[in-house]
């Protein structure tokens, strides 16, 4: 049985019968089209989103933040045939399951400014370059804030953002822990608001999916708040 398809993202209905079915409990469908398709879990205490983004043509896939609950996210990479993983930051509740990807085999990638955070890393990640899976571009964008080293995640061709903690529905993520204000509210206005199209999907790292368009009129709203 195909793993359903969750509406709350999907700008079409999905028609395809040939998705992979994890087997996982917990893992959904959460994304399609013609290029690519997004699976879910949401592990951990804090509910932590792990998304796989697996290449329709090739079946290589990608998992970002390798947060919790190993055995289950080891499985998700064996069925989905994931060829690296991306950590969008380095707080402990994105990088639980770090070690144990890293045992069995599959390289972990981060940004320099956050590498300190991880026990151990397998090579960093840039600004501005691009990550190929199979026949997808993700094209990386440096957002510091919420931590110094956040990183989101861009799909060439979809309407996808992977945003971490960076950009959730309803504001920026916290900065109580190492990060800062002013430059997470710099990095969503000057690397996402003005680069990317209303229509983009936002998948954070915690909780439901938005859009930049939804998002981006409360800009001033967070900047009064201060959070």
């Not at 999907?201 to 409360?218: K, M």
Request: hydrophobic residues 35%; charged residues 20%; glycine residues 10%.
């Amino acid at each position: 049985m195909n793993d359903s398809l969750e509406p709350s993202i999907a700008s079409h209905p999905c028609n395809h019968t040939d998705h992979v079915s994890t087997g996982v409990p917990g893992v959904s469908l959460y994304w399609c089209d013609t290029q690519a398709e997004i699976h879910r879990i949401v592990v951990g205490d804090l509910d932590n989103n792990v998304f796989v983004l697996r290449c329709r043509e090739t079946g290589d896939s990608v998992l970002i933040d390798a947060a919790n609950e190993h055995d289950k996210l080891l499985e998700m990479c064996r069925v989905l045939d994931v060829r690296t993983v991306l950590e969008t930051h380095g707080h402990w509740d994105h990088i639980g399951a770090v070690p144990a990807v890293r045992d069995a085999g599959y390289e972990v990638g981060v940004t320099q400014a956050d590498a300190a955070l991880l026990d151990g890393y397998d090579y960093l990640l840039e600004d501005e370059s691009v990550i190929e899976v199979g026949k997808l571009r993700l094209h990386t964008i440096t957002t510091p804030g919420h931590t110094p080293g956040s990183i989101c995640f861009l799909l060439d061709g979809s309407p996808i953002l992977f945003s971490g903690d960076t950009l959730f529905p309803g504001g920026p993520g916290t900065c109580e822990y190492g990060g800062n204000f002013d430059q997470i509210i710099n990095s969503i206005d000057r690397r996402l608001f003005a680069a990317l199209s209303p229509e983009t999907h936002v998948l954070p790292g915690h909780g439901d999916a938005t859009t930049i368009g939804a998002e981006q009129p409360l800009l001033d709203t967070w900047i009064e708040r201060g959070w």
